[in-house]
């Protein structure tokens, strides 16, 4: 039972690329959510997915898409990197309320 | 003004020590209030939740949760070097709706 898992651990981008953050859960939990987490900012919320098939905004989505592929999956997006995107993301799941969230352990992505 | 407030610290105490974290906040719709401890490079981990005002004991742990004050806390008895952390509260208001603190960074000196 790995919990959440993300992957990679350690990205570096240039200004203008892109990549994708991929985010498992082996809980058989209905709600997944991406956060960014900054020092003096705490955890903000990206994007959710409540259940299989349904994305909502977060807090801050600007500049990031995500994709519910599954019940297990749900991946975060950055189509053109910006160094204001640099930060450690961490996906979470939970099932419904009242949201005791479980995380993966953080993908630190820097933006040059 | 934020929605929830936390001192960022760091707080250090010697081991054994009764450590006392702290978080206040401002949305009366705020109806269930969790505790997380996050280590150095690590994702925040579930420690205590609750939903009602009182005294929540787990172990060396005590969540309490004062409503009337908008106020709550998370107590470390016996305080270890291992319990070095940041610890984040966190806030249910409403649908999909958590709110976190920015955490306290806690050392605790052997």
């Known amino acids: 039972n790995a919990g959440v898992t993300q992957t990679p651990k350690f990205q570096v981008l240039k200004t203008g690329q892109s990549m994708t953050l991929q985010c498992a859960q082996d809980?058989?939990?209905?709600?997944m959510y991406w956060y960014r987490q900054d020092p003096g900012m705490g955890l903000r919320l990206i994007y959710y997915?409540?259940?299989?098939?349904?994305?909502d905004k977060g807090e801050v989505p600007n500049g990031y898409n995500v994709s519910r592929l599954n019940k297990r999956e749900f991946s975060l997006r950055l189509e053109s990197a910006a160094p204001s995107q640099t930060s450690v993301y961490f996906c979470?799941?939970?099932?419904?309320?009242?949201?005791?969230?479980?995380f993966g352990p953080g993908t630190r992505l820097t933006v040059t | 003004q934020k929605e929830v407030e936390q001192d960022p610290g760091p707080l250090s105490v010697p081991e054994g020590a009764i450590v006392s974290l702290n978080c206040t906040y401002s949305?009366?719709?705020?109806?269930?209030f969790m505790w997380y401890r996050q280590y150095s490079r690590k994702g925040p981990e579930l420690l205590m939740y609750?939903?009602?005002?009182g005294n929540k004991e787990d172990g060396r742990f005590t969540a309490q949760v004062d409503k009337s004050s908008k106020y709550i806390s998370l107590f470390i008895r016996d305080s270890q070097p291992s319990d070095s952390a940041t610890y984040l509260c966190?806030?249910?208001?409403?649908?999909?709706?958590?709110?976190f603190g920015i955490g306290t960074k806690l050392q605790v000196i052997p």
């Open positions: 997915s409540a259940s299989e098939g349904t994305t």
């Open positions: 979470a799941s939970s099932e419904a309320w009242p949201y005791e969230q479980y």
């Open positions: 949305n009366s719709a705020f109806q269930y």
């Open positions: 966190a806030m249910v208001g409403g649908y999909q709706k958590v709110t």
């Open positions: 809980m058989n939990h209905n709600s």
């Open positions: 609750t939903y009602s005002s």
